[in-house]
Nanobody, 123 residues
Framework: VQLQASGGGLVQAGGSLRLSCAAS????????MGWFRQAPGKEREFVAY????????YYADSVKGRFTISRENTKNTWYLQMNSLKPEDTAVYYC?????????????????WGQGTQVTVSS
């Protein structure tokens, strides 16, 4: 499985960005997708999760109501729509694939990772 993340950039506080994660290879093995982020000097943290169907989703409390994870079936692409961005959302964002399907916020439980895309929110 290969994951290609894109869509990061510089945005002012209150603005929006949409991140994309294109999956290729043995995508039939993927049960769920997650988004994580890592700010400088901090550990990688959970942001959002969705089962492959896109029906079951989970969000970190810090992004609930502002971020939405979704999937475009025809393109095997996942999205993270980020609205009302705050300076504390600044980080490198990663998409990750899980083959087990059991929800977890731990990065170690995910099997495949994209390369990361930088999101910077200015105040």
């Amino acid at each position: 499985v290969q994951l290609q993340a894109s869509g990061g950039g510089l945005v002012q506080a209150g603005g929006s960005l949409r991140l994309s994660c294109a999956a290729s290879g043995s995508i039939f093995s993927i049960s769920a997708m997650g988004w994580f982020r890592q700010a400088p000097g901090k550990e990688r943290e959970f942001v959002a999760y969705a089962r492959w169907s896109g029906v079951v989703t989970y969000y970190a409390d810090s992004v609930k109501g502002r971020f939405t994870i979704s999937r475009e079936n025809t393109k095997n692409t996942w999205y993270l729509q980020m609205n009302s961005l705050k300076p504390e959302d600044t980080a490198v964002y990663y998409c990750a694939a899980d083959i087990r399907g059991t929800f977890s916020t731990s990065p170690s439980r995910y099997d495949y990772w994209g390369q990361g895309t930088q999101v910077t929110v200015s105040s």
